[in-house]
Nanobody, 114 residues
Framework: QVQLVESGGGLVQAGGSLRLSCAAS????????MGWYRQAAGKQRELVAR?????GTNYADSVKGRFTISRDKNTVYLQMNSLKSEDTAVYYC??????????WGRGIQVTVSS
């Protein structure tokens, strides 16, 4: 089992920045990728960014150039700059073992006011 605890969300004005953190504990040796997903009201959950154990990264087109994902040992970060109102969502941390299984955090609210 892997436990994920997110922090760093909140309310920010458009154009501002936030940094999300996700601390992982438990059987983290099994994890091959960590990432962030988000779900806006009335929409499906979508991938925002992910980083693999080999340090490869990928991003949703909507956040490229604005968001940066990084990982330091058991913690994954999402630096979010130039935030837009459409970035408002609940952000979920995810830790996966290939495509076999994954774990989810409880989610954290990010609200961008215009």
């Amino acid at each position: 089992q892997v436990q994920l605890v997110e922090s760093g969300g909140g309310l920010v004005q458009a154009g501002g920045s936030l940094r999300l953190s996700c601390a992982a504990s438990g059987s983290i040796f099994s994890i091959t990728a960590m990432g962030w997903y988000r779900q806006a009201a009335g929409k499906q959950r979508e991938l925002v960014a992910r980083v693999t154990s080999g340090a490869g990264t990928n991003y949703a087109d909507s956040v490229k150039g604005r968001f940066t994902i990084s990982r330091d040992k058991n913690t994954v970060y999402l630096q979010m700059n130039s935030l837009k109102s459409e970035d408002t969502a609940v952000y979920y941390c995810n830790a996966a073992h290939y495509s076999d299984y994954s774990y989810w955090g409880r989610g954290i609210q990010v609200t961008v006011s215009s």
